[in-house]
């Protein structure tokens, strides 16, 4: 099956300061979503990207939808404590009705006060 | 505005027991999903349904079986259970043809 390759794996960061991290696949998606999980809690969706080369933003998170329909990266700038947590991108597959995610392996933030 | 509901939140089993978890979708939402997560793992799918017909299936063990019901809601029935099967499962709702997914906030099965 797909497989997304997700990175980085986690990030240190000091509050204030901008992140990025992104995804890619050998295949190509329809659509790009991205999450953002608690410890024990659902994933919550922050973007969705339906279109190569869209660019949507959400608040401070900016997330873009690769143009080889292949990667995407998710940027939050000015980060916060409340930022902290897991950030997993997931994919749709081509064609069909079917609508199930593929998921990346997910970024651990944590945020330094 | 409402979210996705699941019940139990939390389920203690011993190995060999059957687990019965079910998912009540966002009003309004036709399609659910059912995803595993391991510890420290990334939500895997299992299986889906629109319209009380199963839509697609995933890496679902065969003693894993699920259906959707008329009024939406969803149950996932899992026997045999075995220490392997300890995991977050999440039930995620969407509109047909929407490509959002809303997750619930799962249920932590724990096998004994």
């Known amino acids: 099956g797909q497989q997304l390759n997700q990175s980085p794996q986690s990030m240190f960061i000091q509050e204030g300061e901008d992140v990025s991290m992104n995804c890619t696949s050998s295949?190509?998606?329809?659509?790009w979503l991205w999450y953002k999980q608690d410890p024990g809690e659902g994933p919550v969706l922050l973007i969705a990207?339906?279109?190569?080369?869209e660019l949507t933003s959400n608040g401070r998170l900016t997330a873009q939808f690769g143009i080889t329909r292949k990667d995407s990266f998710l940027n939050i700038s000015a980060s916060i404590p409340s930022d902290v947590g897991i950030y997993f991108c997931?994919?749709?597959?081509?064609?069909?009705?079917?609508?199930?995610?593929?998921f990346g392996k997910g970024t651990l933030l944590t945020v330094n006060p | 505005a409402a979210g996705v509901i699941q019940s139990p939140r939390h389920l203690i089993k011993e190995k060999r027991e059957t687990a019965t978890l079910k998912c009540y979708p966002i009003p309004r939402h036709d399609t659910v999903y059912w995803y595993q997560q391991g510890p420290g793992q990334d939500p895997q799918f299992l299986i889906s349904?629109?319209?009380?017909?199963?839509?697609d299936k995933g890496s679902i063990p065969d003693r894993f079986s699920a259906q959707q019901f008329s009024d939406y809601h969803s149950e996932l029935n899992m026997s045999s259970l075995e220490l392997g099967d300890s995991a977050l499962y999440f039930c995620?709702?969407?509109?047909?043809?929407?490509?959002?997914?809303?997750f619930g906030p799962g249920t932590r099965l724990t096998v004994t």
């Open positions: 997931a994919g749709q597959e081509r064609g069909g009705s079917n609508y199930k995610l593929t």
């Open positions: 295949s190509i998606f329809n659509t």
């Open positions: 349904f629109y319209e009380k017909m199963q839509s």
């Open positions: 995620a709702s969407s509109q047909q043809g929407s490509h959002e997914q809303y």
């Open positions: 990207l339906y279109k190569a080369g």
